[in-house]
């Protein structure tokens, strides 16, 4: 269950319906996330598999960590690791994650947390879960999602946001029957905490059984939509979708979202992140950890990481310390 709900959504501020002149976005695909593992072990879907960089422009990757119930000692989280080049964006739907970096960002990510890593010109971080659920286990569920930053930006400063679940913008559907929380951009003149350089907008919004959720979007942005959990369907023709999949509109100003009307047995709702952004137009040059423009920018990209020129892990950590252990002399 999302950590951020709310007792009623009739209490909160109302997304319009778009007008009879608004343009319904038809669905250009719907693909399947396939099953991988990241970092030292923990299981993922690859969300954007098989989808085209020019329908996912300005978005580079994202994975579904989880949703997965882990045993005591099973927790798993990554290594020290280098960025360049974009934005990490990580959403902890339920469980916990620590993030640390070389800039000095870091803090823990939980209860409907974001956090928002700009890499720009180089850093390097590690996200672990904390001792405490090393120790338990429970339940582990979150997105990480990569945004291309323009040219002009790759080599900007590192930086670092925490956006905490109550600074979430909240929304409903008229009829109360969707809650949307709004995490960066803007939708029907409300807007969201986070920051961008990149103009993107990301809402995660639950869904009852047979609610619709209609959203103005704006007509130069790209827009997709990705099943967290449930079932239903997209588009104005009703396009079904289940767990894990991910769906490409096409251009229109508006979007439909709609739960189907009984439950698929594991989950009342249907979950949905709903992701758009400015295309940046520009050539991606993509490898492991770095998004750059051209080959040659990558290749400086591994040789200044290997030069240590992105940054120096912080005193008292190891290049790698499991939760518990003790960091050697």
């Known amino acids: 269950m999302p950590a951020v709900t709310v007792d009623s959504t009739l209490e909160l501020a109302r997304v319009p319906v778009p007008g009879e002149g608004a343009r319904q976005r038809p669905v250009r695909s719907v693909t399947s996330a396939p099953a991988g593992f990241e970092g030292e072990g923990f299981p993922v ?151 961008t350089f990149t103009p993107i907008t990301m809402i995660h919004a639950t869904l009852r059984p047979g609610a619709q959720l209609v959203l103005p979007w704006r007509e130069d942005f790209n827009a997709l939509v990705y099943s967290l959990s449930g079932h239903g369907s997209v588009g104005a023709a009703g396009r079904p979708m289940h767990t894990s999949q991910l769906a490409v509109f096409g251009p229109g100003d508006a979007l439909t979202v709609a739960a189907g009307t009984k439950p698929d047995g594991r989950t009342p709702d249907f979950d949905v992140l709903i992701l758009g952004g400015r295309p940046i137009r520009e050539p991606v040059a993509h490898y492991g950890p770095f998004v750059m423009n051209t080959k040659q920018e990558l290749i400086q990209a591994f040789e200044d990481f290997q030069a240590g020129r992105m940054g120096v892990i912080p005193a008292g950590r190891t290049p790698h310390t499991q939760p518990g252990e003790r960091a050697p002399r």
């Open 45 to 195: 879907r690859r969300a954007f598999a098989g989808v085209s960089l020019s329908d996912l422009d300005p978005f580079i990757h994202m994975d579904q960590m989880g949703e997965v119930e882990y045993a005591p000692g099973e927790p798993k989280g990554t290594p020290w690791h280098p960025h360049r080049g974009f934005e990490t964006v990580t959403y902890m739907i339920d469980g916990e994650f620590e993030h640390s970096d070389s800039h000095g960002g870091g803090g823990k990510i939980t209860d409907g947390a974001t956090q928002w890593m700009t890499a720009g010109s180089g850093i390097l971080h590690i996200e672990t879960p904390p001792e405490q659920l090393v120790v338990s286990g429970g339940l582990f569920h979150g997105i990480q999602l990569w945004v291309n930053l323009p040219r002009a930006n790759k080599w900007n400063p590192p930086r670092y946001q925490s956006i905490e679940g109550s600074q979430a913008t909240l929304l409903s559907s008229p009829d109360g029957g969707a809650l949307v929380r709004l995490i960066a951009g803007e939708v029907a003149g409300h807007t969201g905490p986070g920051s």
